[in-house]
């Protein structure tokens, strides 16, 4: 039985547990007993549920968890010399072991103790799956079972409904913070690994960026240089040209539908826009490189400007056009939560709908569209696809729009494609450049709700 089974298994066992939970609630209605039920006969079928579904997920997680460490301990038994050898080859043996019984690629000749392993691997997976489909049902009909014994006249069964459903939300409140705190923790971590190789200054401020290290001693040419100056460079470049096009476009487009236009071409145009923020990033790639790239190239010569094939301001001219939903959606529904006393209040002093506007209407929405401008700089930050394809992998320090460029997530993604060693000052640099990435959103996300918590309270 495959894992996909188990769960639609167990989701059936549920839809039965609170059927029969909630037909049990009516019939002691129905019985004519005296009294009455302490909870509506839905929360009796969605106590049963839980008490359906919870164990077993339980009995599921753990047996998840605790088995593939099971499957580790007994496999290595099988593999000769396992004792003595490192961390690092019993790793490598072992991955080859699981590749094997998956039917994938080892990394060398497949010898005969390591197709026993594989056998027994593979032997030792399809009990453990059998194993969790019956117990993990014997749980759920158990708990079933248990659960309809507790169903009764005087029975509170709303109240353990809500104390399931607020541990539920507590549960999940937890692993988002969680997360957001190992990636933290891990970014922070494997950058001070980097900074025992790589001093702090000469990341920070150095000023090229060549992260191609010595394989052997005495090798030229990859001697390593890990100055980030060039890639935020690149980045504040090129979020600057997209932001140029991206604010007053957008901004204009969310004063012209709030306030100009019908409802219906309103109704029209706002969906319409916003299907630009629909679009794959890869699409706009494309577009950029095969497009807006060439037609800027074939401009510059007709000009003669020299512009680059791959260029700062092809990626920054698509990127904005990308963002322009970012900032006309949110500046939109900001400038329509302005009360409309404040309209009416302009009019009758004799100001004119433009005069309205510039007086009135932005100063008031002003923390929103600062919200939703700094929000639209993150995104733009964060791009990579776009700039992969339109800006090239030069990391070029300049401020000429029409050269080549690269930015912080660009360098990110190549320096971990492919196979790498997590020991490298080239590997480990990608976690440093994301934490600067990190504090860099982190401290936009940070001036942005300062700026509309600050002005909010002036016309609030």
């Not at 979020?239 to 306030?259: D, F, H, R």
Request: charged letters at 10%; proline letters at 4%; one cysteine or more.
């Amino acid at each position: 039985m495959s894992h996909s089974l188990i769960f639609a298994v167990l989701i059936v066992l549920t839809l039965i547990g609170y059927y029969f939970g909630r037909s049990q609630a009516t019939g002691i209605l129905r019985s004519g007993t005296t009294g009455k039920l302490h909870s509506l006969p839905f929360y009796h079928g969605a106590y049963l549920a839980f008490m359906v579904l919870l164990p077993a997920m339980g009995f599921i997680i753990t047996w998840l968890v605790i088995s593939p460490m099971l499957a580790d301990h007994f496999m290595a038994q099988y593999i000769p010399g396992a004792a003595t050898m490192d961390a690092a080859t019993l790793g490598l043996k072992m991955s080859d072991v699981r590749n094997m019984a998956n039917g994938g690629i080892t990394s060398g000749a497949v010898d005969e103790a390591t197709q026993i392993a594989a056998d027994f691997y593979s032997r030792f997976n399809q009990i453990s799956l059998w194993l969790l489909s019956v117990c993990s049902i014997a749980v759920a009909i158990a708990s079933f079972h248990f659960g309809r014994k507790l169903i009764a006249l005087r029975f509170r069964a709303r109240n353990h409904v809500e104390k399931i459903v607020r541990v539920i939300m507590i549960v999940a409140s937890m692993i988002a913070i969680l997360t957001t705190l190992g990636i933290v923790l891990s970014l922070i971590f494997e950058t001070l690994r980097f900074l025992q190789k790589v001093p702090l200054a000469d990341f920070l401020f150095g000023l090229k960026w060549s992260p191609q290290t010595a394989m052997r001693p005495g090798q030229i040419g990859s001697s390593g240089a890990f100055g980030m100056l060039p890639l935020l460079a690149g980045t504040f470049l090129i979020t600057l040209i997209a932001m140029s096009v991206a604010v007053p476009l957008g901004l204009y487009a969310a004063i012209y539908m709030s306030e100009y236009a019908t409802p219906r071409i309103r109704g029209i145009a706002k969906p319409v826009l916003e299907v630009l923020a629909g679009i794959p990033t890869v699409v706009y790639g494309f577009f950029a490189a095969l497009t807006v790239a060439p037609m800027l190239r074939d401009l510059g010569v007709e000009l003669g400007w020299v512009i680059s094939a791959e260029s700062a301001l092809a990626a920054g001219l698509v990127m904005g056009v990308m963002i322009i939903p970012f900032v006309s959606s949110l500046s939109d529904d900001v400038i329509n939560s302005v009360p409309q006393t404040l309209r009416d209040g302009a009019y009758a002093l004799g100001a004119t709908k433009s005069e309205t506007i510039k007086q009135v209407i932005l100063p008031a929405a002003l923390p929103g569209i600062v919200g939703s401008v700094l929000l639209a700089i993150s995104r733009a930050v964060g791009e990579t696809m776009i700039v992969v394809m339109a800006a090239g992998l030069a990391a070029n320090l300049t401020a000429n729009p029409f050269e080549a460029v690269t930015t912080v997530t660009v360098q990110i993604v190549t320096l971990l494609v492919g196979d790498q060693e997590f020991d490298s000052a080239k590997t480990l640099a990608a976690f440093a450049l994301g934490l600067v990435l990190f504090v860099i959103t982190l401290g936009l996300n940070v001036i942005a709700l300062y700026v509309v918590r600050r002005y909010r309270e002036q016309y609030d």
